[in-house]
């Protein structure tokens, strides 16, 4: 077990872990913004490379099981955007301590679910998908939580079209951002084997939205934002004391 982790954090951790991952698994994102406070309460140091990590099999998951509907034109914008918001967040991750890191999380958190809750459609062109990817990018690799921008693009569309093409770009964006850490020298070890004890949360996560995926609907999706914004309250209140 990793050395700087509690057995006892470690799986309050991975319970949050495994409901994120419940949670992207049945609406195609949202495994960090549903764990970030239990993180940032009981380990921050986890964030964000060893929770980005943890969360691979949700990710790879959703983009198998929907990889048939991904509007590649679409993602491949938003990959080609999110490429310098990942150079952008891993230096920010280089140059800045995890306390501001967490406080930025959990304003994206509030911020998303505020916005989210009161946008109207947002067109999808290439202007709009460069500049969700790019802040999909930046967010994801300084806090963790990429999903919002690329929501905010889907919300009003198809849900098959959200879990595909979104699935599609945070799995090659994962990829990318851990790659970014890797050459900002911010990847070490520890954070790698803390990750990939946190998987098999991650993964129960994934087998359990296969079973309930078709009993969520739209209240369940907004116990989820308002259980978010709340832990963002609560991860806000616990870094400023």
């Known amino acids: ?8 954090g470690l799986l309050i951790v991975g319970l949050a872990i495994f409901t994120g991952a419940l949670v992207q698994g049945c609406i195609g ?4 913004v549903t764990a970030f406070a239990v993180v940032v309460l009981v380990e921050p140091d986890l964030l964000p490379q060893s929770v980005i990590i943890s969360t691979t099999p949700v990710v790879v998951a959703v983009f198998f099981q929907n990889r048939g509907s991904v509007l590649w034109g679409e993602a491949l914008r938003l990959i080609v955007g999110r490429a310098p918001g990942v150079a952008v967040g891993a230096f920010i991750v280089s140059r800045m301590s995890p306390v501001f890191l967490a406080y930025v999380g959990a304003t994206v958190v509030l911020a998303a679910v505020l916005v989210t809750a009161n946008i ?3 067109q999808r062109n290439t202007p ?5 990817g790019f802040a999909s990018g930046l967010f994801g690799t300084a806090t963790g939580i990429g999903g919002p921008p690329l929501g905010l693009m889907y919300q009003h569309g198809a849900g098959v079209d959200l879990r595909a093409t979104v699935g599609t770009v945070m799995l090659v964006g994962g990829a990318m951002t851990i790659s970014g850490f890797a050459l900002a020298g911010e990847l070490e070890a520890i954070d790698i084997r803390t990750g990939m004890a946190l998987m098999p949360f991650s993964l129960a996560g994934v087998l359990t939205a296969r079973a309930v995926h078709n009993w969520v609907d739209d209240r369940i999706t907004r116990v989820v ?13 616990r870094l400023s004391l």
């Open 1 to 8: 077990m990793p050395v700087h982790v509690e057995l006892a």
């Open 128 to 132: 709009t998908l460069l500049t969700a």
């Open 225 to 237: 934002q308002i259980v978010s914004v709340a832990g963002a309250v609560l991860a806000i209140i």
């Open 120 to 122: 109207p459609p947002i």
């Open 29 to 32: 994102f949202g495994a960090v």
